[in-house]
């Protein structure tokens, strides 16, 4: 059952060369178990730079990417989900429309392994349906029909009603989600920052996840974006009523081809190394390691985190600097607790040009990518406190747009052109866009 | 396969002293658990940090070092303490200067200064032999040497004691050995070893007989002579103990004519502990007969009878420069190589090799 698979440091970290003594490799593959058919996560971990300084401390990169094999095999996991959906006020007409047609789709999507639940909120809140097997769809859309909209917004009720419809029902091998969906600051109920996104980071603990989606221009992004990323799920910005289905439909998606939950990424540091930083995160820090949340990931799907370490002096030689060690539940064989694991590995040496010349480009890359993620929280913050003209913005904007085109990270350099283009017009959803595109940068997430 | 329960149970920390642990939870605690039973025969002593290892282990659990990898002889590095520093007057924290260039910024610079005035890439400071000057990247908050501003692109000189400013972060440049250089670095690596080195060139034959001895846990035994008896690291020590955290020139032992025996540290990177309280250097305390003094992590005792005869181990002669290969720096914690002639002092034969 135990599918361990060890992956040696890819890239360049792997070209060692003067040993003498010892035939064996230490930069080699070992697959164990599981034949030759690649299964649940891959772990790769790689060096920002081939070799290190032997002779003094210094500073440098370890990018650690988890794959989500892209092979169809065995099963789903079946859902728990409940979408907790705003009807304040603002919510009447079109939008209420389309979030019905939206429920109605993911009634559809779904099978009677799924368990839904549907919570709606204005000041107080209402269960249309309470966590049961999806059976009887038709019912479930009379009841979603009869959705009306109410007054103010109470989100935090919402979201609390929510994860306790997910949690009513034993959910152990679900993948347990909240989705909420709301145009507006809260205005009801508790409304403050840091007991909204607590919340949502107390049910992930719990195995819940969060995802926040976004309508119109009123809502506040921070408060989504917080929720988003402390719960663990995605972040929509949803700019008129016609395009909610699709993006409830893209979530549905991602949720029906998740292939690894519960994924738990630890670093275990040598002797005389620190971690100075993970990129995009607030890594939890113990004796000698680091601990880094990670989302659920779906098919196909590839995860980048970047930590900066030092690296303190030694004598010349080769050293394993940090263990790289992966858990999480395979949802396509239904497994839990599978394990992977990796080594990080520099090459200690006394000449700096050879430190010089070994430094990994895929690893500079994702620092560029990093740091366009910094220079757009400038940019944005920026905006919000009008310390930065529209133009001066633009300049910014532009910047990093080709960055993140130069390091291939299309999607990205895409949704900041959008960005642009809405400076430009005055169209005011700004924020809202890049908000998603830092958060996109942060979690490092990709689809392969 | 586990029942999941509502807090992963895979990253408490496994309780000490379980020796099954490692078994049990998915994520052994880190820093090696090895457990006690497999500390004799079976591991290997990792060549640079001396921590035992599995015979399968192809990292050192510690250290990472490749296991039956040899690390190279490294040519001798600058002491630490005789590297130039940039101190924060404020904290107290030392910054090390490395030889050549080194970058100063907010984030991601071998000298980082979390201070929101900073640029990430703020200056640079270059140290060139002797020499050492400064130089602005092009920070927004810009770089003052002795108060004056630094042009982005011209380098400034800076001697020891000057006042170096990055955005509002003040830091004074201290150069050991210079002018103006503050006194609190390593005394030992500031006063050539002269003294000790006379005492510890006379070969033992000339000291008498030994007044008292200094014991091991596992049994070795040291003589005591009358008159200053050094410890260390390094060969050119009369006691020389192969302990990676203790310093070339650790402690010295002193055995007066009045039978009044001192133990002072002479300024060691790691210090020496005795009755749980680490010791001033160059503060000398007593030593009672069955006094325990720790010295990096090698624990002994002081006996004030003189070991039997057949006890004296002539390895403990001090061997002179010759076997010791690379010539280590005086204070750094690195070992010397295991490899040494004088042997025996180390954990179990790392020649014995790798996996």
Redesign the interface.
């Known amino acids: ?1 135990d599918q361990t698979r060890i992956i040696a440091p890819m890239g360049e970290a792997t070209q060692l060369s ?5 035939g ?1 490799d ?1 930069a080699r593959t070992v697959a164990l178990g599981g034949g030759g058919m690649a299964q649940g996560l891959a772990l790769d971990v790689i060096s920002g730079n081939q070799y290190a300084h ?6 440098d990169h370890a990018l650690i990417q988890l794959t989500a094999s892209g092979m169809v095999a065995g099963r789903r996991s079946p859902l728990n989900l409940c979408l907790v959906i705003d009807r304040s006020g603002s919510m009447e007409g079109e939008p209420l429309e389309y979030v019905k047609r939206a429920c109605g789709h993911v009634v559809d999507l779904l099978d009677q392994n799924d368990i839904l639940s549907i919570v709606t909120f204005e000041e107080r809140v209402d269960v249309v349906m309470p966590a049961r097997r999806v059976m009887n769809k038709g019912l479930i859309k009379e009841h979603l029909n009869r959705i009306q909209p109410g007054n103010t917004t109470n989100i935090y009720d919402g979201i609390v009603a929510g994860a306790s419809q997910v949690a009513s029902v034993r959910s ?1 091998g679900y993948i347990n989600r909240v989705v909420v969906l709301t145009d507006g600051e809260p205005t009801a109920g508790v409304k403050d920052y840091s007991s909204i996104v607590g919340c949502a980071a107390e049910q992930r ?3 819940i996840t969060t995802t926040a989606l976004g309508f119109g221009p009123e809502y506040n992004e921070e408060l989504l974006a917080g929720l988003a990323r402390r719960g663990g799920g995605n972040y929509h910005y949803i700019a008129r009523p016609e395009l909610i289905p699709e993006v409830f439909r893209t979530e549905l998606e991602q949720l029906l081809t998740i292939t690894a939950k ?1 994924v ?1 990424l ?1 670093m ?6 620190e971690a ?2 993970v990129y995009g995160q607030q890594p939890v820090h ?4 680091v ?1 880094i949340q990670v989302p659920d990931l779906e098919r196909g799907a590839t995860l980048s985190t970047l930590v ?1 370490l030092e690296l303190g ?10 263990r790289v ?1 992966a ?1 999480y539940d395979d949802c396509t064989t239904g ?3 599978q ?1 992977v694991e990796g ?1 990080l ?1 520099f090459n200690f040496v ?1 000449d ?1 040009s050879l430190v010089a010349r070994g430094v990994n480009g895929t690893v500079q890359r994702e ?1 560029e990518v990093a740091r366009a993620g910094r220079s757009l929280e400038r940019t944005m913050m920026g905006i919000k406190t009008h310390q930065l003209s529209a133009a001066m913005a633009v300049q910014d904007l532009q910047r990093t747009q080709m960055l993140l085109a130069q390091a291939g990270r299309s999607d990205e350099a895409a949704e900041v052109t959008q960005a642009i283009q809405g400076l430009r017009s005055g169209s005011g959803d700004v924020e809202k866009t890049l908000i998603g595109t830092i958060i996109d940068i942060d979690l490092g997430k990709r689809k392969s | 396969m586990e029942e999941r329960t509502i807090v992963d149970p895979g990253f408490a920390p496994a309780p000490a002293g379980d020796a099954t642990r490692v078994m049990q939870s998915p994520f052994p605690a880190a820093g090696g658990g090895f457990s006690d039973a497999t500390q004799h025969a079976l591991t290997v002593a990792c060549p640079v940090c001396q921590t035992p290892n599995g015979p399968a282990e192809r990292y050192c659990q510690d250290c990472g070092l490749l296991m039956g990898s040899q690390p190279a002889d490294v040519e001798p590095l600058p002491d630490a303490a005789q590297l130039p520093r940039l101190v924060d007057a404020a904290s107290g924290r030392e910054y090390l200067l490395n030889p050549g260039l080194n970058t100063v910024g907010r984030e991601s610079a071998d000298i980082v200064l979390a201070d929101p005035s900073v640029s990430r890439r703020h200056a640079q400071v270059t140290l060139d032999g002797g020499s050492l000057t400064v130089e602005d990247l092009g920070s927004t908050n810009g770089t003052f040497v002795a108060g004056s501003p630094v042009r982005a692109g011209t380098p400034v000189a800076a001697q020891s004691g000057t006042l170096l400013r990055f955005g509002s972060v003040q830091l004074s440049l201290a150069i050991p050995g210079a002018a103006g250089a503050p006194e609190a670095i390593d005394p030992v690596a500031l006063s050539p070893a002269a003294a000790p080195a006379a005492a510890s060139a006379a070969p033992i034959s000339e000291r008498g007989a030994p007044v008292g001895r200094l014991t091991l846990a596992d049994g070795t035994e040291f003589p005591l002579y009358s008159g200053v008896n050094t410890i260390g690291r390094r060969s050119a020590n009369e006691i020389v103990l192969a302990d990676s955290f203790m310093s070339g020139k650790h402690a010295e032992i002193t055995c007066g004519e009045d039978g009044q025996v001192q133990f002072v540290d002479v300024g060691s990177t790691n210090g020496s502990f005795h009755a749980g309280a680490r010791l001033a250097p160059n503060s000398p305390i007593p030593l009672a007969d069955g006094a325990t003094v720790r010295m990096g992590k090698t624990e002994v005792t002081f006996r004030s009878s003189a070991p039997a005869a057949s006890v004296e181990r002539t390895v403990m002669a001090p061997m002179g420069e010759a076997t010791l290969m690379g010539g280590p720096p005086e204070d750094d914690p690195w070992p010397t190589t295991p490899f040494d002639a004088s042997g025996g002092v180390a954990s179990g034969g790392p020649e014995a090799g790798g996996s």
Request: glycine share 16%.
């Open positions: 059952m003067g040993f003498g003594g010892g064996m230490p032997a002779g003094r401390s210094s500073a152990e603990t719990r195995g519960n738990r630890r275990i540091l040598g002797k005389w190394v100075r930083q113990g004796p000698r390691t601990e900066e002096r030694r004598p010349a030689g080769t050293y394993r600097v940090a060690e858990l497994a839990f607790n394990r080594d590995v006394t700096p620092l």
